[in-house]
């Protein structure tokens, strides 16, 4: 079976640092993997995914992750946060490109906290 | 175009009452999850529909919560009755040909 761990529950951050979020997985087969954002009282906003190929895979709001097989591990970066990216960040496993045969498989989730 | 469209927003009940929830998904998504995402944790799979047949409904507690999608399009879950555990928000998702899933905003379940 699949899973997920996002090894740190709390991040915070300050305005303009650099962020990168962990997500380590578990699948025995070839991984499709997310990273999701989940702002407050909002639903789940897809921020990028890793199918196949270049292993830096670019997102929306400028965000990256990087795939690393070696390490199980699809981290997920910002070279600079602003105050808007404080949300909750899901990252997610599925055993087809678009998660979309056999639904996704999320982390706990880790909240990102911004100070001023 | 227009997303994944879920109703009520914010519900609360008492323990052992019954409550509905309704989504719509984005149009031509052949696909439709229903997840639970309980405070404090990621969102689970409850239950997928595609068209009008389940395909995945393993996690679904089905003595007591319930799902349908009749004409393959709008689907409704119910809760009954529901426990003070149930409290969760409830996001509809939908996608296309095994493509990308995309969310509603969800609907927030209170039980006290």
């Known amino acids: 079976a699949q899973s997920v761990t996002q090894p740190d529950i709390h991040i915070t951050v300050s305005e303009g640092a650099s962020l990168e979020l962990r997500c380590n997985y578990s699948y025995g087969a070839t991984p499709y993997l997310f990273w999701y954002v989940q702002s407050p009282g909002q639903g789940l906003q897809l921020l990028l995914k890793y199918f196949s190929g270049d292993t830096l895979v670019q997102g929306i709001k400028g965000f990256e992750a990087e795939f690393k097989r070696s390490q199980s591990s699809f981290n997920l970066r910002k070279p600079s946060v602003h105050w808007s990216d404080a949300a909750e960040y899901f990252c997610?496993?599925?055993?087809?490109?678009?998660?979309?045969?056999?639904?996704?498989?999320f982390g706990k989730g880790t909240h990102l906290i911004i100070q001023p | 175009e227009a997303g994944v469209a879920q109703s009520p927003r914010y519900k609360i009940i008492e323990k052992r009452q019954s409550v509905a929830f309704w989504c719509n998904p984005i149009?031509?998504?052949?696909?439709l999850y229903w997840y639970q995402q309980i405070l404090g944790q990621g969102p689970k799979l409850l239950i997928q529909f595609q068209n009008n047949g389940v395909v995945d409904d393993s996690q679904l507690p089905k003595d007591r919560f319930s799902a349908e999608r009749l004409k393959g399009v709008d689907s409704t879950l119910k809760i009954q009755p529901a426990k003070l555990e149930d409290s969760a928000v409830y996001l509809c998702?939908?996608?296309?040909?095994?493509?990308?899933?995309?969310f509603g905003e969800g609907s927030w379940l209170t039980v006290v």
């Open positions: 149009s031509g998504h052949a696909t």
């Open positions: 998702a939908s996608s296309q040909a095994g493509n990308t899933i995309y």
């Open positions: 997610a496993v599925a055993a087809t490109p678009g998660g979309g045969a056999d639904g996704l498989t």
